[in-house]
């Protein structure tokens, strides 16, 4: 099953990927990056959007 994951040392913070799909990323309030909320059942075009749409590509698909 596909994971999505977020490199907490290459995110900047920039919130994009909870603005694209909020159900599956959040900000952490404490370091101010962000994290997965919740793995999605099944990796949707929304998903891949919010993935496509981090300016550092700090967010990946894995197997």
Do not use: N, R, Y
């Amino acid at each position: 099953m596909s994971k999505v994951v977020v490199d907490p040392i290459t995110c900047i913070g920039c919130s994009t990927c909870t603005l694209v799909d909020p159900d599956t990323f959040v900000m952490d309030q404490t370091e101010f990056k962000a994290v997965v909320k919740q793995q999605p059942e099944k990796i949707t075009e929304v998903v891949k959007a919010a993935v496509d749409s981090c300016p550092v590509g700090a967010i990946s698909i894995t197997d």
